[in-house]
């Protein structure tokens, strides 16, 4: 994605409304707060009022929004860059001068940068005219509402046999899973059963073609292997080596014959009861060897796990990084009644994640069945404040051209 042509325009549109917040928006400490995609940002240093202009840390929401940031502490400058696509875009701005460098060309500031509790405090409206973030104001709730920009993101999309109807989606995604396959009760895996198992054709269209088509188009198509422990099944898969041997083979080969770049193994329920330790040593065991099997036929592993805040204690996140090319955080497998995931359970999850494994190795997890256009980019905004992988919805036949259009709005998709 291009952002630094989109930041130009942006700035023309943002900048003047912002400068319509009255002078006194700010004018007690603590009374205004910041919402950045639509979940409050923490701050060192509370936002301020100097000279009619909101100041706040040029540090805290400059990470947010995936900006680097450096402090020359002998020349008193900050250095914020942004990169995107191999294009840079480099502001320095200087402690007591209204004057900011951008690319190298002078830009006058509402306000010179201070010096707060060891804060560097910056005019609020910067973000917008430099950075392509949208500001708002609510005098109501003295509240700021800031929204990222667009930004380019790795994403994933889960295909069900009721998702045919949104296939159309395929190509904008950078990989699909397919959920045609998994292991059943008795422990064996299969592509058959009442469901997550391989669809009939559709007159001319058939799976082969589906994935054919998808990895033509740049999409890289893999195969989903499920199952949930509510029977023990996978308890007996874990627990038998041959039987496990047995497994791990089958799906290579059937991810690799069936033309799949991929294996995403979304193996639900672990740990929920029973020895823990032993739970996830023996799925660690199991990923060991997927993983192997995988690697040596030239196929991708993407592991779809619940969140370490979640009732299913059995992964282990920082060994099963190490097997696979990338972690799903199921954030949507928590206890609640309908609705959109609570946001700071889900700011947890990462957050735990983020203790076990690096950044670009999650991605996160979203129900389109739990959200809706009005909540999806809200937690699309938690992955780009955490600066994560990626974003991967469950699923397409549940997204709808309201929640698409709101998607495309927070991400650049392929």
């Known amino acids: 994605m291009k952002v630094i042509g989109k930041i130009l325009l942006s700035s023309v549109l943002i900048a003047g409304s912002f400068s319509a917040i009255p002078a006194d928006a700010a004018k007690a400490a603590g009374k205004v707060s910041i919402m950045l995609d639509g979940y409050p940002l923490s701050f060192p240093v509370e936002p301020t009022v100097l000279k009619g202009t909101t100041m706040v840390p040029f540090r805290a929401i400059s990470e947010a929004l995936g900006i680097q940031v450096t402090w020359n502490q002998k020349e008193q400058k900050i250095t914020a860059t942004k990169k995107e696509d191999g294009i840079s875009k480099q502001v320095v701005l200087t402690i007591g001068s209204k004057q900011a460098l951008v690319d190298g060309k002078t830009v006058a500031l509402a306000n010179a940068p201070q010096t707060i509790r060891s804060s560097t405090m910056i005019p609020l409206s910067f973000f917008?005219?430099?950075f392509g973030a949208g500001v708002a104001w609510d005098q109501k709730t003295q509240t700021v509402s800031i929204?990222?920009?667009?930004?380019?993101?790795y994403t994933l999309g889960f295909y069900a046999l009721s998702s045919f109807d949104e296939r159309a989606y395929i190509p904008s995604f950078d990989s699909v899973a397919f959920g045609w396959s998994r292991i059943d009760p008795s422990g064996q895996f299969t592509m058959e059963g009442k469901e997550y198992k391989w669809p009939q054709a559709a007159g001319e269209v058939t799976p082969e073609s589906i994935i054919q088509d998808a990895a033509q188009q740049g999409t890289s198509p893999y195969l989903m292997v499920y199952s949930v422990d509510s029977s023990g099944e996978l308890t007996k898969n874990l627990?038998?080596?041959?039987?496990q041997e047995k497994t791990t083979s089958e799906i290579v080969e059937a991810a690799a014959g069936k033309g799949f770049k991929g294996i995403a193994l979304d193996l639900e329920g672990l740990g929920l009861t029973g020895d823990k330790n032993k739970v996830k040593a023996e799925y660690n065991a199991f990923v060991k060897k997927l993983s192997a099997k995988a690697r040596a036929a030239g196929l991708k592993l993407t592991l779809i796990l619940h969140p370490l805040n979640s009732s299913y204690a059995g992964y282990d996140y920082k060994t099963?990084?190490?097997l696979a090319d990338d972690l799903v955080i199921m954030a949507y497998a928590f206890e609640q009644e309908k609705g959109p995931e609570p946001l700071k359970r889900v700011d947890e999850a990462i957050r735990l994640a983020l203790k076990?494994?690096?950044?670009?190795?999650?991605?996160?997890?979203?129900?389109?069945g739990s959200e809706n256009a009005g909540t999806v980019n809200t937690k699309i905004g938690l992955a780009k404040r955490y600066d994560l992988k990626g974003v991967a919805f469950w699923r397409l036949g549940l997204i709808g051209q309201p929640a698409w259009a709101k998607i495309n709005e927070s991400i650049e998709m392929k």
């Open 128 to 130: 917008s005219q430099q």
């Open 147 to 153: 929204t990222s920009p667009k930004e380019d993101m």
């Open 239 to 243: 627990e038998d080596q041959a039987l």
């Open 320 to 322: 099963l990084s190490g």
């Open 356 to 368: 076990e494994t690096s950044k670009d190795r999650l991605i996160l997890g979203i129900s389109l």
